[in-house]
């Protein structure tokens, strides 16, 4: 069974600083992997998807990899901004069972001014 | 258009009243999903229809009963429904179903906060 973990549940860090969130899967059969953003009691924001034969994607300040083989997966911020204070969930798809979206729990980002 | 909508924005009901949810995408996508989100947890899966078809019920109550009468509009009609209901109801839609490979990425609404007093 597909168990999603994200490390630190909680990060606050001063404006300015880069930083990474962290996302480990247990089994390295997937499609792809997805990174959202949910700001409090709004819907989810699509921030990127890695297919599984690919090691990164890029999107502006934002960097996504992806080590299938380790099972692990890293959301690279650059030059935080306090708009960027948000809750960020990772979400793995693999070709077993119904091939739903399985979620990690979250890491919450605030980034103070 | 490339936004998946829902409306309700907020919906207050009581436990013998009938409501519905409705959600809508305009990108042609064949997929579509309800979600539930409760506070501080990840969304949890109910429903997926692939092609208008209902493929894949994640074992919800019959309190909740899906309907999806085009490839662009999803509702989610809400019975006797119990206080532990109320949650953040998400809609998301994605070009292929869930099993098919490849490039295949999912976009939420906004979500109907729903009360049930």
């Known amino acids: 069974k597909q168990e999603v973990t994200q490390i630190p549940a909680a990060l606050s860090v001063p404006e300015g600083e880069n930083l990474v969130l962290n996302c480990s899967f247990t089994?390295?059969?997937?499609?792809?992997l997805q990174w959202f953003r949910q700001d409090p009691g709004k819907g989810l924001t699509s921030l990127l998807l890695?297919?599984?034969?690919?090691r990164e994607q890029t999107s502006g300040r934002l960097n996504a990899s992806l080590d299938k083989s380790s099972g692990r997966s890293t959301l690279y911020i650059a030059a935080s901004q306090p708009g960027d204070s948000a809750t960020y969930l990772c979400?793995?798809?693999?070709?077993?069972?119904?091939?739903?979206?399985?979620f990690g729990q979250g890491t919450t980002l605030q980034v103070k001014p | 258009d490339t936004e998946v909508t829902q409306t309700p924005k907020h919906l207050v009901m009581g436990m013998t009243n009938k409501k519905s949810l409705k959600c809508e995408q305009h990108?042609?996508?064949?997929?579509m999903y309800w979600y539930k989100q409760k506070a501080k947890k990840p969304p949890e899966l109910m429903f997926v229809?692939?092609?208008?078809?209902?493929?894949i019920n994640e074992s919800v109550p019959s309190r909740f009963s899906p309907e999806c009468p085009n490839s662009s509009l999803l509702n989610l009609h809400l019975h006797a429904l119990q206080p532990e209901d109320s949650a953040l109801y998400l809609c998301?839609?994605?070009?292929?179903?869930?099993?098919?490979?490849?490039?295949?990425?999912?976009?939420f609404g906004p979500g109907t906060r729903l009360t049930v007093l």
């Open positions: 998301a839609s994605s070009l292929r179903p869930p099993l098919a490979e490849g490039h295949n990425e999912q976009f």
């Open positions: 089994d390295s059969a997937i499609y792809n």
């Open positions: 890695i297919q599984s034969s690919q």
């Open positions: 979400a793995v798809r693999g070709p077993i069972g119904t091939g739903k979206l399985i």
């Open positions: 990108m042609g996508h064949r997929a």
């Open positions: 229809y692939s092609y208008e078809k209902l493929s």
